[in-house]
C-alpha cells in the first residue's frame, strides 16, 4: 500500500491507495497461472491494484531474491513446504501464508483476494 498527497489550494490531501504485490508458488507455476487470472479479474472488479505472479518451488527463492513483495502465498498442493517458504521470506522480511484450498480454483479469485486484502499494509 502506497500513499498519496495531493495539494489542493490551502489544504493537503492524503489518499490512501491500496496496492500491493503478490507472489504465489505452486509446483510448477502452471496450475497458480490459472488462479492468477481469477483473482486479477477479481481485483479489477473492486477497484484494487494488485500485480500478482505465480512461480514454481524452484523458482521462490530467486523471485523473491530479486523483487520486492507484500506477500507470497503457497498454493495446497505444496503447503508440505510452507516452513521452508517461510524461512526464506524471513530473510526479505516477506510474509508467507499458504492459500486456502476452497480458494485455489479458477472460481475461488474472489476468496484469494479476500485472503490478500487481510495483509494490507
Do not use: W
Request: glycine content about 6%.
Amino acid at each position: 500500500m502506497f500513499s498519496e498527497y495531493i495539494n489542493n489550494k490551502n489544504n493537503v490531501l492524503k489518499l490512501e491507495v491500496l496496492f500491493m504485490k503478490v507472489l504465489m508458488v505452486c509446483s510448477g507455476g502452471m496450475s497458480s497461472a490459472i488462479v492468477v487470472e481469477a483473482i486479477k479479474k477479481e481485483a479489477e472488479k473492486e477497484n484494487f491494484k494488485l500485480e500478482i505472479k505465480a512461480v514454481g518451488t524452484s523458482e521462490f527463492y530467486d523471485e523473491i531474491k530479486q523483487n520486492e513483495y507484500d506477500l507470497a502465498l503457497v498454493a495446497p498442493q505444496v503447503r508440505h513446504r510452507l516452513k521452508d517458504f517461510k524461512e526464506q521470506g524471513e530473510e526479505f522480511k516477506l510474509q508467507v501464508e499458504t492459500i486456502e484450498p476452497m480458494g485455489y480454483t479458477p472460481l475461488g479469485g474472489a476468496r484469494v483476494l479476500k485472503q490478500i486484502k487481510k495483509y494490507c499494509k
